[in-house]
């Protein structure tokens, strides 16, 4: 095996001791994450946990309790605010990518606005607003505030996705007598879709990962996940606390993994063009 | 399925500021094979889109069957194209690409699969139906493209630089297989390229074009042999350009001796001998030929009919059978072959046969 990284010669004890510093980074976190996770007694000044066993995993996942239901609703609002999405991001995608459409960079821009601004802020009177709506304490209300900031990444993405499609494919289609609305389900869609999924799969993220809008929009009626796990660390719970950490991480490496094998290079270059 | 009549009426395209097309007129009889010959930025690319209907007009008609389809969009009208960069959907495989504007037409199943399998066999395709497009090579990528094409049974067939994305010898082989399934299936074809040979070769007219205008509409023979501009006999390969004086009268064209040239009464074209003249032939003129039509002969001879240039050989080379001479006539220089075996410095006249020289008139032009 070549010693040579990216053009510089590393001898052999450094790069070890560096890769274990990276391994230790990356893993040491999720080591303590999973000892606590089956950690039933385990108090300072112990290394490791004094009692072990899978009683809160048991707790986490009884029906009925408090984390089954913030699982639910966690999954449930993330599923709405990725179809509302969607509905958003594929037209204004598409029109972007395909329209000469003036100002085109600053309706780009103007989907980055929820996030140039203290999100706090922002939510307090999102929170305000909604609840002269009726909206404040609603399933409606936090798919809402997910898709605000969900849009962003959806639209950014599924822009790409539409301009990475060659324009003389649909031209073809065209050609030969399809109209725009059938060119677009039979070719344009279809070849975009792997960039639209990894939209649809970063927003389901995004809504799963959610806490300050659902803090102020959702709280007390709509409990989710990052919620829960915020609540249970405030009392010291850190075993549920650590096991829904667990949960939250099992769709992100997914993510990376359909990243990695379904999305093209050609795609991700064209984000934010 | 015999092809229709298409005309292109006075059509003017700009992008933007910028006019592509200058008023284009074209008349195309039904199952004619038109040429659009150009080079790249002259607007024949433009004009197939015009014409397909993905470029706007300005002004001017396109008509299919004297049917105005100038604001029809391109699914409406009827035509099918091969795309320079074929555009087959790596979605779909080969039977799936061919098969898809006879699903649009609601074709039946078994129908359909017929049709397919007839036209990949047509095409050579055989066997081929369940790969993904992405599979197969530029040759069969090609003639997938081309089978999409063929398979809705078009009137009119629109090729925008098929062959350009193939090999030489490959080239060479489709060019004749297009053209004998174009009369075979008694389609219009309109066909752009920048390649002189396969226009010739494959066209029954040739349209050349110049900077958004049409320089001469004409059979092969026609524009090879009586290019009516400077441009089109440059580009028709009548690239070597010299100047002369000249009067006109009965016996012909009476040239004036200079440094460069010895004077010669030269017949003019009326039928295929004698040389190409237009306009009146008095005065200024320049005078195109194409290398191989020259001669080399000694300096002092003077053959009837013949212009004869005062040359001096400056580089000689050998690329097999013949002799490759550079011979430069006053701050010209003239590739010419030569069987006769000369060295550099020797003083030779370069015989240039009437018949051989196309002339304009009072027409400034660019020398190569």
Known sequence: MSNVWRGVVVPWIPRA??????????????????????????????????????????????????????????????????????????????????RNLPWRSLILIAFLLPQAFPSVAVYINVARIFYGFGLAGTYVGVVLVHTVQGLVFAVWIATAAFSAVDRELEE????????????????????????????????????????????????????????????????GNYQIASITSLLLLVPSVGFMLFIERFLKADVLAKVGN | MAGESLTVDGVKVSYGDVQVLAGVSIDVAPGEFIALLGSSGCGKTTLLRAISGFVPVDAGRVLVADRDVTNAPPDKRGMAMVFQSYALWPHMTAAQNIGYGLRLRKVARGELNRRVEETMSLLGLDGLGDRLVTQLSGGQRQRVALGRALAVEPRTLLLDEPLSNLDARIRQTVRHEIKALQQQLQITAIHVT?????????????????????????????????????????????????????????????????????????SIADGDEGANLIGSGDGELTAHFRSEAARLIDINERPEGSLVLFGTVTQTSYPGGIYRYTIDVGDRHF????????????????CLPAKSLHLYSANPTTSS
Do not use: C
């Open chain 1, 17 to 98: 001791i560096l890769l274990g510093l990276f391994a230790f980074a990356i893993f040491g976190p999720l080591a303590n994450l999973l000892l606590w996770s089956v950690a039933e007694v385990w108090y300072f000044p112990h290394k490791l946990p004094l009692e072990w066993g899978f009683d809160f995993w048991r707790q986490v996942f009884k029906p009925r309790g408090n984390a089954m239901l913030s699982l639910n609703n966690s999954i449930i609002i993330a599923i709405f605010t990725v179809i509302v999405s969607l509905a958003i991001a594929i037209p204004a995608g598409y029109a972007l990518a395909r």
């Open chain 1, 172 to 235: 073809a289609a065209r050609n030969l007598g399809a109209s725009g609305l059938r060119t677009f389900m039979t070719i344009t869609l279809p070849l975009a879709l792997p960039g639209i999924m990894a939209s649809a799969i970063f927003v389901f993220l995004i809504s799963l990962d959610e806490f300050t809008g659902t803090f102020f929009v959702g709280v007390p009626d709509v409990v989710t996940m990052p919620l829960l796990l915020f609540n249970a660390s405030m009392e």
């Open chain 2, 194 to 266: 920048h390649d002189r040979e396969e226009a010739m070769v494959m066209a029954d007219r040739i349209v050349i074009l110049d900077r958004g205008e049409i320089a001469q509409i004409g059979t092969p023979e026609d524009v090879y042999n009586r290019p009516r501009s400077s441009f089109v006999a440059a580009f028709m390969g009548a690239d070597n350009v010299i100047p002369l004086t000249a009067k006109r009268d009965n016996g012909g064209l009476h040239v004036s001796a200079s440094d460069d040239h010895a004077d010669a009464v030269l």
């Open chain 2, 335 to 350: 590739l010419v072959d030569d069987l006769k075996k000369l060295g550099v410095g020797d003083a030779v006249g370069i």
